[in-house]
């Protein structure tokens, strides 16, 4: 009814922007404009802010900074690894294992390899539960299989999915190990060396940050082709003009995610 106090529900969604996230994006949207490229000193400026933000990110999960490529968005992040991945066994066959749940934007973007680049896309059920069986995984794996990408945490039922499990699975057959972990990373706490992660995708809007950033977190020595050519930004991954300001609050929203993640999760499960 018109006048009544509203209760918002759908973090899942998205998340406000924490007062704490706007202030340090603040002053990369006045006078700290500089091209993050450039060699002058509000190019080094900037340069300085969005490898601070790297580092706050890779802290999150439990990688190396040299390691996260930001995006425009979780979507894209997930675009990159499947495609950038697929891409870079260019001349072979690509077997990719995912799962029937996955976010649209891991689903639509194996239909589109199957069907635009002859990628063989198999999509493993889950149990009633809605549970990935990593030994279900591991029989659908073969000689042609490149990656294997399950989600950490469902978007629409909110399973969690063993990652650490499946991840071992792949990596015993060699194959890569992709999680969508945009819902999950906000509370649940997760380590890409320990957990034997190689791709891991991340939204900011879905911790208290901006919309319109994201990040591909990669492992070492992970083959991965660009899909975005340009200037060569992002160690050549995702070229363009890096958008400071939201990576800024992006790497301060991760930041404040990795402090209080645990008295967070504890305080919404009560």
Known sequence: MAGEPRIYFDNAATTPVDPRVRAAMQPYLDGCFGNPSSLHVEGR????????????????????????????????????????????????????????????????????????????????????????????????????T??????????????????????????????????????????????????GIDLLSLSGHKLYGPKGIGALVCAENVPLAPVIHGGGQERGLRSGTENVAAIVGFGEAARLCATMRGDEAARMKQ
Do not use: K
């Open 146 to 195: 490149r990656l294997v990408s399950i989600m950490a945490a469902n978007n629409v039922v909110g399973t969690l999915q063993p990652v650490r499990e499946l991840a071992r699975v792949a990596r015993a057959r060699g194959v890569l190990f992709h999680t969508d972990a945009v819902q999950a990373a906000s509370c649940v706490p997760l380590d890409m060396q320990r957990d």
């Open 45 to 144: 400026t900037a340069r300085a802010a969005v490898e601070n933000a790297r580092r706050q990110v890779a802290e999150l999960v439990g990688a190396s900074p040299s390691g996260v490529i930001f995006t425009g968005s979780g979507t894209e992040a997930d675009n990159l690894a499947l495609v950038g991945a697929a891409r870079a066994f260019a001349g072979q066959p690509v077997h990719i294992v995912t799962s029937a749940i996955e976010h649209p934007a891991v689903r639509e973007t194996c239909a589109w390899l199957a069907q635009r680049e002859g990628v063989t896309v198999t999509y493993t059920p889950v149990t009633p539960d809605g549970i990935v069986d990593p030994d279900a995984v591991a029989a659908l794996i073969g000689p042609e």
